[in-house]
Each structure stands twice: as structure tokens, then as C-alpha cells.
């Protein structure tokens, strides 16, 4: 089993930048795929990005493409996401996920993910 905490969040203008970060516990992250969701009030939790537990694979929802890297660190037991160029619509409580899994795909489904972090918020302002 693993827990996860989230950390990073906060209050950010539009056009701005955040990095959440993930700390994982246990001696098999290595053997995790990450992911992180995000819900927004009122709205249902929707895939942000995953990647496999090597780092050589990952995915990005088209909404967040182009702007938000995820990474990890498996020497540190931490996954990171780099979020650029914020917008009011990306507020919302961020999850971080974790499955056991070495395949090539993490995974981009909730219900892929049994392990979930009690997630961070993120507020952009206009």
C-alpha cells in the first residue's frame, strides 16, 4: 500500500505557474504508475495527467496539453506537475493517484487508481 500527500497548491493569478508535488510512502513507488486528477466545484474529477512508472511514458488531457509536465522522481518517491500559463477554469482541488502497475500505460481513468493523496487547491484568479 501506498499514501500519498499533496503539496503546492495555492492562489495564482491568470497566466501564472504552480508545481504541485506528490510524496509518496512505501519502498515500491518505483513499481506505481502516478496520475492527477483534478474536481472542480460542481463538476465531476476529470483526468490532468499520468505517467508510467519508469517515466518513459506520459499523458496529458487535451485541456491541459501543452501546458501542464508531469515527472517523477523515483529516487525521492515524489511526482511533480508543472502547471504554466494557469486560466480561471483551471481551479480546482488536484489529486494525486498511484497504481501498481509496469506497464507502458498508466492509466487515465479514477477507476484506474485505488491510492489517492487528499488532494491540494489550486485557485487562478482572472
Request: charged letters at 15%.
Amino acid at each position: 500500500q501506498v499514501q500519498l500527500v499533496e503539496s503546492g497548491g495555492g492562489l495564482v493569478q491568470a497566466g501564472g505557474s504552480l508545481r504541485l508535488s506528490c510524496a509518496a510512502s512505501g519502498r515500491t513507488f518505483s513499481h506505481h504508475a502516478m496520475g492527477w486528477f483534478r474536481q472542480a466545484p460542481g463538476k465531476e474529477r476529470e483526468f490532468v495527467a499520468a505517467i508510467s512508472w519508469n517515466g518513459g511514458n506520459t499523458y496529458a488531457a487535451d485541456s491541459v496539453k501543452g501546458r501542464f509536465t508531469i515527472s517523477r522522481d523515483n529516487a525521492k518517491n515524489t511526482v511533480a506537475l508543472q502547471m504554466n500559463s494557469l486560466q480561471p477554469e483551471d481551479t480546482a482541488v488536484y489529486y494525486c493517484a498511484a497504481r501498481v502497475s509496469l506497464g507502458r500505460l498508466p492509466g487515465t481513468k479514477g477507476s484506474d487508481y485505488p491510492y489517492w493523496g487528499q488532494g491540494t487547491q489550486v485557485t487562478v484568479s482572472s
